[in-house]
């Protein structure tokens, strides 16, 4: 079993700071892909950031400046560094990650989200 815990979020100003971090832990092998998506009030989820296992990352392009994604491979942990929040960042944020485990199969797994609210 894999259990993804979420922590970070909370209420900031405008222009303020949050660090979200995802904790995986359970039967895991490996980490693939690990990422962030966020659903909105009214809107449908979307895609934040992504990062795979080599480093490398996506972002949406309403966070690409501001937002940066990172993964500590030894603690199984992704995070999210938000700067410069806006009120459109204001939205429920879910970790989701690409697990295999001692099989050799992947299969992807969703946090049960954190709130970020930017409002003054």
């Known amino acids: 079993q894999v259990q993804l815990v979420e922590s970070g979020g909370g209420l900031v100003q405008p222009g303020g700071s949050l660090r979200l971090s995802c904790a995986v832990s359970?039967?895991?092998?490996?980490?693939?892909?690990m990422g962030w998506h966020r659903q909105a009030p009214g809107k449908q989820r979307e895609l934040v950031a992504a990062i795979i296992s080599s480093g490398g990352t996506n972002y949406a392009e309403s966070v690409k400046g501001r937002f940066t994604i990172s993964r500590d491979n030894a603690k199984n942990t992704v995070y999210l560094q938000m700067n410069s929040l806006k009120a459109e960042d204001t939205a429920a944020y879910f970790c989701n990650v690409d697990v295999q485990n001692t099989y050799g199969t992947f299969r992807t797994y969703w946090g049960q989200g954190t709130q970020v609210t930017v409002s003054s």
């Open positions: 359970g039967s895991i092998f490996n980490i693939n892909v």
